[in-house]
């Protein structure tokens, strides 16, 4: 069983960053793209970024130019890296991927990200 672990949330304040971090398990991580949602307090969960097998990556429109995802195999981690946060950005970030082979959506406990004006 595949299992995602998010780490790097935190109160920041409005123009601050951080570096969310997710760690797999298992041997299928670099097989598949990877996914960063985010879900705001009575909204619906959001994609904010994905990074493909081979490093090719696409952002929200909300997040483009101060969000960066990356990732590395061999540690099988994602990360997203988070700069210029506004209030707008507070959420609870999750790590994501499905797998077609079964048609499984994998999902994080996810990290709470908290920015102050």
């Known amino acids: 069983q595949v299992q995602l672990v998010e780490s790097g949330g935190g109160l920041v304040q409005s123009g601050g960053s951080l570096r969310l971090s997710c760690t797999a398990n298992?041997?299928?991580?670099?097989?598949?793209?990877m996914d960063w949602y985010r879900q705001a307090p009575g909204k619906q969960r959001e994609l904010v970024a994905r990074?493909?097998?081979?490093?090719?990556?696409d952002y929200a429109d909300s997040v483009k130019g101060r969000f960066t995802i990356s990732r590395d195999n061999a540690k099988k981690m994602v990360f997203l890296q988070m700069n210029n946060l506004t209030p707008a950005d507070t959420a609870v970030y999750f790590c994501?991927?499905?797998?077609?082979?079964?048609?499984?959506?994998?999902w994080g406990r996810g990290t709470q990200v908290t920015v102050s004006s």
């Open positions: 298992g041997n299928i991580f670099s097989a598949y793209p």
């Open positions: 990074i493909t097998t081979d490093t090719k990556t």
């Open positions: 994501h991927f499905h797998r077609d082979l079964t048609n499984q959506d994998y």
